[in-house]
T-cell receptor, first 113, second 108 residues
């Protein structure tokens, strides 16, 4: 069974540019989560989808971040325009139910120069 | 405010020594507690959850509601235990919250 996959694994962009990260959850998992780990800091929650609906987006840092999950399958996280402080590793995770048992992708490392 | 504290950023021990990774939490309600682990070049994965009361890879964790702690323990550390460990509370009306993590280094 395929696990959670994320693309790209690493992205290097300049400040002001746009980046779109993609996450494919485990098939059948209605719950999809985005987290990020900024350099040297803890893993912070960004948002939670249940199917195509945003269940909780309280962790989204500002309106430069836009997450979508059209059709309730894969999800994208767009950062536009990117700032230096957005550099970090963005993790996607999925679960069948919201029980705390999450399956993580390998992460997408974003470097903003 | 909901908070989880892992006081040690780094814990370095020798192979065969006992290990205890500390976790304290401040959470409303009765959260469920998890430990997640990330080995080098691997994805973050669930290690154990308090509700299952099981031992995984020799690790155990006891939930102490009085002290609001969920320390992770192993009697004899192995080199392959070297990894980043995250304590993570979860409650039904919110999502998983991670502590800052403790890097465990087990030397031969």
């Amino acid at each position: 069974e395929a696990g959670v996959t994320q693309f790209p694994s690493h992205s290097v962009i300049e400040k002001g540019q746009t980046v779109t990260l993609r996450c494919d959850p485990i098939s059948g998992h209605d719950n999809l989560y985005w987290y990020r780990r900024v350099m040297g800091k803890e893993i912070k929650f960004l948002l939670h989808f249940v199917k195509e609906s945003k269940q909780d987006e309280s962790g989204m840092p500002n309106n430069r971040f836009l997450a979508e999950r059209t059709g309730g399958t894969y999800s994208t996280l767009k950062v536009q325009p990117a700032e230096l402080e957005d550099s970090g590793v963005y993790f996607c995770a999925s679960s069948f139910r919201n029980t705390g048992e999450l399956f993580f992708g390998e992460g997408s490392r974003l470097t903003v120069l | 405010a909901q908070r989880v504290t892992q006081p040690e950023k780094l814990l370095s021990v020798f192979k065969g020594a006992p290990v205890e990774l500390k976790c304290n939490y401040s959470y409303s309600g009765s959260p469920e507690l998890f430990w997640y682990v990330q080995y080098s070049r691997q994805r973050l994965q669930l290690l154990l959850r308090h509700i299952s009361r099981e031992s995984i890879k020799g690790f155990t964790a006891d939930l102490n509601k009085g002290e609001t702690s969920f320390h992770l323990k192993k009697p004899f550390a192995q080199e392959e235990d070297s990894a980043m460990y995250y304590c993570a509370p979860h409650s039904g009306y919110s999502t998983l919250t991670f502590g800052k993590g403790t890097m465990l280094l087990v030397s031969p």
